[in-house]
């Protein structure tokens, strides 16, 4: 649908990839990038955040299109952080649509997520004693 919409009102559609995912692995490998807490430190919303911001403004620069305006687009997570991108990056992009976006989603499974992953990373870097 979207791919559809983008061809008829004759726009460029972007695909950006997550670091530490797919292909985007920094440190050489997965298994580099996942080794420790220090190396991990760089997967986090922020920085996700601040690669797309990348992406666009020199993607606009390359193509001479720094006055065209920029709408993103996801779903389901990419659908979040199209919305998070939107609030925190108000001059970058004019419009977000997040599909099937969970952002008020199950509170206290995010939390018992953030402090089960919080608790093994202590434990491996020997700091839960």
């Known amino acids: 649908m979207v791919t559809k919409l983008a061809v008829e009102a004759k726009t460029l559609l972007v695909t950006a990839e997550h670091r530490y995912y797919g292909d985007s692995m920094p440190f050489g490998s997965r298994e580099a ?3 420790n807490a220090i ?4 997967l986090t919303l922020s ?5 797309f911001t990348m992406i666009i403004t020199n993607l606009k620069r390359i193509l001479s299109a720094e006055n065209c305006p920029v709408i993103v687009y996801g779903s389901l997570y990419a659908g979040i952080l199209a919305t998070w991108f ?3 990056y108000l ?3 004019m419009a977000s649509c997040g599909v099937s976006a969970p952002i008020l989603y199950n509170r206290d499974l995010i939390t018992r997520d953030y402090i089960y992953c919080s608790q093994k990373i202590k434990s491996k870097l020997g700091l839960d004693r």
Not at 39 to 42: H, M, N, R, V
Not at 47 to 51: T, Y
Request: aromatic letters at 6%; charged letters at 15%.
């Open 33 to 35: 990038a996942m080794a």
């Open 39 to 42: 190396t991990l430190g760089y």
């Open 47 to 51: 920085h996700a955040l601040a690669d």
């Open 86 to 88: 939107r609030l925190k």
């Open 91 to 93: 001059h970058i992009a």
